[in-house]
């Protein structure tokens, strides 16, 4: 393990858990945020029961994260949690209520109506958190001596706002082309008339993130407009629009390209948060090998980490694979 940069492969291990659970929460989240726009409670029935057999396992991936910040980068976990401490615990409460909400909805029962609105208010509050917490975390922490030296309210600025409404509007987009792929029928044909707006609203909030970020945060100006880092970033931003027109052009023809390809802009989006932070996992101060763990830790739990993530991973693409399929109107796993 000594010939190992084990904080680079923690930091990737993180990366991927993180971008998993945005990927997979987002698009259940995402239907969530639909909820309201659905005609009926049968419509909403669908739409719940298109995610069943897979939301729960969904938040594996943010159990991961966390506990992985706090074994890989104790130091780093010591400051991010007193800095985003309030938006973190309103979206875990959120993440309850729409936990609560979903199991307790049953169609056809006198309270389905008030669940629903549960779900829709747990779901949205997550991913607003979510984003706001993203916002913070980009905008930079206040580190003196290593420790947290901020208010309590630091991350409530119009930026992280921004970057809340935002991840609010790429969940909604991940749901709606969700529905596209996995649904039949009014809800489906909904979908791809919703994704279209969803995608024009995505696109803006990535241009606003993308003009904000270099002109508030010299840092971020620096790693993306200096020489020679322009002459290969620029690719970054062309090849998102080529997505974008791709999943624009192919919302009304087909099913599981929106999909990939909203997924695909989420990644992008992911790789230019990396680009514009790495190494630093408290920005704009502590990098990942100032708030590393000691050597023997980290591959005391890399050790376990090789073994179970592949039995994770395994079991997560056979129920995928299992529940594969469209869901029809009346269909439940309830």
């Given at each position: ?257 929106p999909f990939v390809g909203t997924i695909g802009l989420f990644l992008l989006g992911y790789l230019g948060l ?61």
């Amino acid at each position: 393990m000594e010939l190992l940069d084990l904080p680079t492969i923690w930091a990737v291990l993180l990366a991927v858990a993180v971008a998993l659970y945005v990927v997979m929460d987002g698009f259940d989240l995402g239907i969530g945020l639909l909820f309201p726009f659905a005609d009926n409670e049968r419509q909403r029935d669908q739409m719940m029961a298109s995610v069943a057999p897979f939301w729960d396992g969904n938040e594996t991936w943010l159990v991961l994260g966390g506990g992985g910040l706090l074994v890989a980068f104790p130091r780093a976990y010591a400051v991010i949690m007193p800095a985003l401490y309030l938006p973190i615990i309103a979206m875990l409460l959120a993440l309850v209520l729409r936990g609560v909400s979903f199991e307790f909805r049953a169609p056809q029962a006198n309270t389905t109506a008030v669940w629903s609105i549960g779900f829709f208010v747990g779901s949205a509050c997550a991913a607003f958190c979510q984003g706001v917490i993203l916002g913070g975390f980009i905008q930079g922490l206040t580190v003196e001596n290593g420790q947290f030296a901020g208010g309590p309210f630091d991350w409530a600025t119009p930026f992280a706002a921004l970057c809340g409404f935002a991840v609010m509007a790429g969940y909604a987009l991940l749901g709606a082309t969700w529905l596209i792929m996995k649904t039949e029928g009014p809800v489906a044909e909904k979908a791809r008339r919703q994704a279209r707006g969803l995608l024009l609203l995505v696109m803006a909030f990535m241009v606003a993130v993308s003009l904000w970020t270099p002109l508030a945060f010299a840092r971020i100006a620096q790693r993306w407009f200096s020489t020679p880092n322009i002459y290969v970033l620029w690719i970054v931003p062309v090849v998102t629009a080529a997505v974008a027109w791709t999943v624009w052009r192919h919302t009304e023809r087909h099913d599981w390209v929106p999909f990939v390809g909203t997924i695909g802009l989420f990644l992008l989006g992911y790789l230019g948060l990396a680009i514009s932070t790495y190494p630093y996992v408290v920005p704009p101060e502590l990098t990942i090998w100032d708030t590393a763990a000691a050597p023997s830790s980290q591959a005391f739990m890399l050790a376990g980490t090789v073994v179970l993530l592949p039995i994770i991973l395994g079991y997560v693409a056979y129920v995928y694979w299992l529940f594969r399929g469209k869901v029809r109107e009346g269909d439940s796993y309830h």
